[in-house]
């Protein structure tokens, strides 16, 4: 019984032994193995492992629980269940033409400092946009890492120039203003318009770093039917003014920033949607030709645009063509000032005149006015030979002007020494009257000294006559009462001998009222006045 058993377990592990490569290889090759596919791959996820950091979605190696970065391509692997798990996607194909952008997912934030830089470009082991492209091509992209945009390239044509724009770079204001071409570009390296045009080729552009956008550089032709001016005149004339023109490379990058508002230089100009759409049309060509083509224009008269001038008329006007003229002008006005914007300008081109009067009247015009001017010349001919004829009498009146002035001119001689010899005269003349005249004046000055010494020396003896008459006044005055008393009997005794002769007797009642008066005061009762006073 006992060797049974013994037997039984050689024959189990002889059994084992011999059944363990299958189930090996079954386990290997039944369980284990996965195929992968041309277009396919695996993303593997541990199932076992530290746990990953927090905020984290991506085991950073395979000692972490989680999806692992790298996705496996195609081919054979061998993934065990208990440990692994996967999960199957599609390789990420980029047609010809286009490129891939990424944003990783994982990873540490982007500092806040670098962000408030203008630095948004996520760099190794950051969260962000990846600033790399993926070309054309088959891409194995973990898509829990990743997520992406398939976006087409630039193309820039042998007739063409790109315009970029560098959205993370260095700070433009850091830019020094004597190295700057423009307020508008900035060097290279700096966020912003670059200075310097992109040349002819493919672009694969991620857009979170630059953009770059193309721009024609060869001839555009145009045709503008509604300008109008008046002529010198007074008719409206509608010219049909040809353009080519185009833009030079290097200026690109500043009429892109200066003209367009919707991100594209347009400058087709075959319908008058395109023209209205047209920056460079618009705001610099057309301006200046409307400008210049009312002010040119204005200077030919409308015949000038639909008569020939003839040999045989005198009064046709002297411009050979019009048009020629006129295009040839506003060519000469515009050129420069297109050229300091970056434009150039072909010669413009004058193909038609439209008119908004009548042509058979205004051809009548034409001729009517041609007519005046035949009559003008006839009469400016006439004109011509009465001038001829008048400068013949002028001639003779000049000539016979200068005899006379001759004759003048000698009289005005004579007349001249006459005149100058009575000066000569009179001046001696004078100048001894002159000589009298301060002799004179010499005898006048003694003759007022001695007046003046003859008025001082009676002026003297009258103020001591006064002096004495006073004196006496003032003792005549003192034998009174008063002065008053002393008038008094001053003017009877002036009065006395008048009143004798009238009064025959004292002793009438009429004599007896001036008794009083005519009678002298006794000298014995006189008392002198002294001192002002009165009598005590």
Known sequence: MESMKRKIRL??????????????????????????????IIVVTNLWGENLPEGEI?????????????????????INPLFQTFERSKLVQVPAGQCLVQTRKYGTP???????????????????????????????????AYSYTILPAIEIHSDQVGVRTLKAGKDPKTVAA??????????????????????????????????????????NSVEFKDIEFPTKDGFLLKPHVQVAYKVESMHAPELFVTLTDEG????????????????VLQKVVLPLIRGYVRTEGSKFEARDFFAMPSESDPAAPKVKNARERLASDVTEKVRPECQKMGIIIEPIAVAQIDTTADLDELLTQIADRTRAQLTRKTNLETISQLKSQQGVLLKKALKLRETEMGSARTELNQEQQKAEGAVMAQEAKLKQDLDNAELGLDAARF???????????????????????VS??????????????????????KLAPALTEIFASDDSDFAKLFAGYMT???????????GGGGPP
């Open 11 to 40: 024959l189990a592990l002889a059994a084992f032994v011999v059944a363990l490569p299958f189930v090996y290889y079954f386990w290997t090759w039944v369980v284990e193995r996965v195929e992968v596919g041309p277009s396919e």
């Open 58 to 78: 991506i085991a950073p190696d395979h000692s972490f629980k989680g999806i692992l970065l790298e996705p496996r391509r195609e081919g054979r692997h061998f």
């Open 110 to 144: 982007i500092p806040a400092d670098r962000i408030n830089a203008g630095d948004f470009l996520a760099r190794d082991g950051e969260r962000g946009v990846v600033k790399e492209v993926l070309l054309p091509g088959n891409h194995a992209i973990n898509p829990y």
């Open 178 to 219: 004597d190295v700057r071409k423009g307020p508008y570009v900035v060097p290279e390296g700096y966020r912003g318009v670059q200075e310097k045009p992109v040349s002819q080729g493919t672009y694969y552009v991620n857009p979170y770093v630059e953009n770059i956008v193309p721009v024609s550089v060869a001839i």
């Open 264 to 279: 594209a230089l347009h400058q087709t100009g075959n319908t008058p949607q395109e023209i209205e759409k047209n920056e």
């Open 447 to 469: 003759d007022a000294k001695a007046a003046l010494s003859r008025g001082k020396v009676q002026a003297d003896l009258i103020h001591k006559k006064n002096e004495a008459e």
């Open 472 to 493: 006496g006044l003032k003792t005549a005055i003192q034998g009174f009462r008063s002065a008053d008393q002393y008038a008094q009997y001053q003017v009877m005794s």
């Open 520 to 530: 002298p005061p006794k000298k014995e009762s006189i008392t002198p006045i002294t």
